[in-house]
């Protein structure tokens, strides 16, 4: 499957539920979940009933579309999950929150996730002093995410980090505005995650 290029306020539209794709926008007025409360398409309106598989289905893609994730990689995410020990589901999500983009968006350094993955495809952010520009490289505690000298002045990432207020820097993380860097103190626990995910439907969904 090709990544979806098309507006990203159709693909919150059609989860019905904020995504956050578009960074400032969705705190706006011109948010579209908040005009326009129903999936996109001439039959968006309608009522519908639902089978169980299109309920596993669409929880799996709304929180694909929430980390910017391709099918092929969610499963392998999935995959590794369910052999690593504890709940497969609570694994799964841990995993999605370690990348990079996610982390380098948590810290306030861009307003979303694919503002993330487009600086750090640009050599913007180094780890633990050392230039890393893969979205989905793995954090681990400890690990220090610190913004490159000659990046320090671009109008984006200053401006992320004076709206970060609205969404707030998770407890996990540490971040110094100053120096423009930031560390893993901890890895999230499942309640601190909190946008409504119900990961065990993607579990189900799997395991069909």
Request: glycine share 6%; net charge positive.
């Amino acid at each position: 499957m090709a990544r979806y290029t098309g507006p990203s306020c159709r693909l919150c539209r059609r989860e019905r539920l904020k995504l956050f794709l578009k960074g400032e926008r969705c705190y706006s007025e011109k948010c579209a979940v908040d005009r326009r409360e129903y999936p996109p398409g001439q039959h968006g309106q309608n009522r519908k009933k639902f089978s169980d598989y299109e309920i596993q289905l669409r929880e799996k893609q709304k929180v694909k579309r929430i980390y910017g994730v391709m099918d092929k990689q969610f499963r392998k995410y999935f995959e590794e999950a369910s052999r690593q020990k504890g709940i497969t589901g609570e694994n799964l999500l841990l995993i999605l929150e370690r990348r990079l983009d996610n982390m380098v968006y948590r810290m306030g350094f861009a307003s979303s996730r694919n503002e993330a993955r487009q600086l750090i495809k640009h050599n913007h952010f180094g780890v633990n002093g050392r230039r890393v520009n893969v979205p989905s490289f793995l954090l681990k505690t400890g690990d220090v995410v610190e913004l490159k000298e000659k990046s320090r002045n671009i109008a984006r990432i200053q401006e992320s980090l004076e709206g970060v207020s609205r969404r707030s820097i998770p407890r996990w993380l540490e971040v110094d505005k100053d120096n423009l860097r930031g560390k893993v103190i901890s890895l999230p626990a499942r309640e601190e995650l909190t946008m409504p995910i119900n990961e065990h439907l993607i579990v189900e969904f799997y395991s069909k």
